[in-house]
């Protein structure tokens, strides 16, 4: 069941006329049969498997409360950590492991290629369960004892799919509040708009950017060094749109029923170094992976070696998260040794002192080389395999190299794109700075007649569904 279709609308506005008509018990599990059947449209037997690790960690969770013992706590922890992370990793990572050995020694080593089918959204629930039963252990929070309310933080179907992956100080003490609270005009309108703009997003921009992305990646060979790059261009605004615009849609569902979920993108595409992008880019994933793999390892405490270490072994499982395929694991690797570059960089007197000295100047530099560092790391991200990766880089390096020494250049519609790109990076500048959108927001007017202008957009130019979010495959 995709966002962007009539079959989830149907679902938000049935949910929501029912959660209002409910009293405070009925809610809870109103809002657990949404979800489950938001979730079966994907997958029925997978279901199971959500229970399952709900279970596991409720159990855990509550163990590790009563328990007496230091021993018996840790004992609970790994019965947490071992379940998730098991279930991840068979269901994740089984077919790329045995794929790869087989590449090794050959066929049938092991076995047979297992046919594993990846549940949907595993990723992002296995972290956000996780994270209940750890901050449990380390004292932060105290353990729910209703099941109901367990379940529904892991379950609650407007970020269940791609996130964000919410932490239970934050969403599971809403939960309590929302099922007695009374409905809000507010709620209804500030979520309304966020859904139509999230939906604009995907409709619009990241379906549009799609056409120029897919059938060149699929066949990079095929292309001429300024094709690639316009698709990669593409993409790099693809993923951007694509990814904010569902967090977009599930922050404005969750919104309507009143739950306020985090804030998963700041403009990530503006900053000046590649630091800065990983404080912006996927919030939610980026400090889970700092709260619970990065400062657990040391942080950026101990040796300079250990330091450098512990960032590029956490980026190297941020890639892995990603997917089971050697694509992700380069990319993640890739960003961990460019944070590697930028945290030796920044400890150097002499760059201190040129930022001092020229602060718009290397201001500037920054932006322009970390926007094209990540651009790189994108090609990686999107391409089938590390050759077609190689193939698309190569392509630009060389394709535009000799087509600039021929004396020729991009095209009239590759040049469009281009100033397009730079109208949009212009564009969320402005933004940025000079708040836009809140002031159509707080026009009351001019909203009426921006978001009813982008609903007439997309009933003009959308066709259908279209594609499914990028991040749903996760």
């Known amino acids: 069941m995709q966002f962007n279709s009539l079959s989830y609308v149907l679902l938000l506005v049935t949910t929501l006329v029912a959660f209002f008509a409910l009293g405070p018990r009925a809610r809870t599990w109103l809002l657990i049969a949404a979800s489950l059947v938001f979730y079966a449209a994907w997958s029925i037997p997978f279901t199971g498997l959500i229970v399952l690790s709900a279970m596991i960690d409720y159990t855990a969770s509550l163990g590790i409360h009563a328990a007496r013992t230091p021993g018996r706590r840790k004992a609970y922890l790994l019965l947490s950590l071992l379940s998730n992370l098991g279930l991840l990793g068979y269901f994740k990572y089984a077919n790329f492991f045995l794929e790869n050995i087989h590449a090794v020694f050959g066929d049938g080593v092991l076995g047979d290629g297992l046919s594993i089918v990846l549940p949907p959204g595993i990723s992002f629930y296995t972290f956000q369960t996780m994270s209940y039963t750890i901050d449990v252990y380390r004292r932060e929070i105290t353990p729910t004892r209703s099941f109901s309310r367990l379940f529904l933080f892991v379950t609650f179907f407007p970020q269940l799919v791609a996130g964000p992956i919410e932490r239970a100080g934050h969403l599971l003490t809403q939960f309590e509040c929302v099922v007695r609270a009374r409905f809000r005009v ?3 309108v500030v979520g309304t708009r966020m859904i139509i703009w999230g939906l604009a997003k995907k409709v619009l921009l990241a379906d549009a950017c799609a056409g120029l992305v897919d059938p060149v990646y699929a ?40 739950v306020d979920l985090m804030r998963n993108f700041d403009q990530p595409y503006l900053v000046t170094n590649i630091s800065e992008f990983w404080r912006r880019w996927h919030i939610s994933l980026s400090t889970w992976i700092r709260d ?5 390892l040391g942080g950026n405490r101990g040796s300079r070696p250990r330091v450098l270490f512990n960032l590029v072994l956490t980026m190297f499982l941020s890639g892995l998260w990603h997917g089971a395929a050697w694509t992700f694991v380069f990319w993640g690797l890739y960003h961990g040794v460019l944070l590697l570059l930028d945290v030796l960089l920044r400890r150097t007197p002499s760059a201190a002192a040129v930022r001092r000295r020229w602060p718009q100047a290397t201001a500037a530099l920054g932006w322009f080389l970390t926007f ?21 880089l190569q392509g630009i390096g060389s394709g535009i190299g000799a087509s600039l020494l021929a004396g020729a250049g991009p095209s009239a519609l590759q040049l469009a794109f281009f100033t397009a790109l730079a109208g949009l990076l212009w564009m969320a500048r402005v933004e940025r700075h000079h708040h836009l959108l809140a002031r159509i927001d707080a026009d009351a007017g001019a909203s009426v007649v921006f978001y009813g202008g982008l609903v007439a957009l997309m009933s003009l130019l959308g066709a259908g569904e279209g594609p499914a979010f990028i991040y749903f495959q996760f």
């Not at 690639?228 to 922050?251: K, P």
């Not at 619970?292 to 657990?296: A, H, R, S, T």
């Not at 094209?372 to 698309?392: C, E, P």
Request: overall charge negative; cysteine-free; charged content about 10%.
């Open 219 to 258: 066949a990079p060979s095929h292309y001429d060094g300024w094709v690639l790059l316009v698709a990669t261009y593409a993409f790099t605004l693809q993923i951007y749109f694509d990814f904010t615009a569902y967090s977009e849609i599930a922050r404005g569902s969750a919104r309507l029923f009143g």
């Open 292 to 296: 619970y793999v990065y400062l657990p």
């Open 372 to 392: 094209h560092l990540v651009v790189i790391g994108w090609v990686m991200f999107r391409a089938a395999t590390m050759g077609d990766a190689l193939a698309v």
């Open 186 to 188: 507010e709620n209804l």
